[in-house]
């Protein structure tokens, strides 16, 4: 960490001198990491998500795979997913307010939208052709 945060400083006296600004503790902006802990959380649920469903889920959906060792039917992973989630919105909405965060999501979430509906209906027909095939 030591590095990175040099590194930072470097480019940021490099950055005032250019501009002409004197480089002062008043001037400079905040360095903001990364906290770690955040992403080992956040590895450890997927991780719970990736078990329950070897464990729980595939065993029903397909039970050619045969008895697992032990079963995980709780969902841990998905749940402690959705209060990170909810942390970092509350946070999100803390520093930004409601409206630049509506319009931040809308606008990573409606430009793909065209592109991705049809195929989500074409892929909802597919599996009830299949269901129904399998039926038969």
């Known amino acids: 960490m030591a590095v990175e945060t040099s590194r930072l400083a470097v480019s ?4 005032s001198l ?3 600004n004197r480089v002062t503790g008043r001037n400079r902006p905040p360095v903001t990491r990364r906290r770690n802990s955040w992403d ?8 719970l998500v990736v078990v329950q469903h070897a464990t729980w889920g595939g065993p029903l959906l397909v039970p050619e795979l045969g008895a697992r060792p032990f079963e995980m039917s709780v969902q841990v992973g998905a749940s402690a997913l959705m209060v990170i989630s909810a942390y970092f919105i509350c946070q999100t909405l803390r520093s930004s307010g409601p409206w630049l965060l509506l319009r931040n999501r809308l606008g990573r979430m409606l430009p793909p939208l065209p592109r991705s509906s049809p195929m989500s209906s074409r892929a909802g027909s597919v599996r009830m052709r299949c269901s129904v095939t399998a039926r038969i």
């Open 12 to 15: 940021w006296r490099s950055w």
């Open 18 to 20: 250019r501009n002409g």
């Open 40 to 47: 080992v959380l956040r590895a450890a649920a997927i991780l």
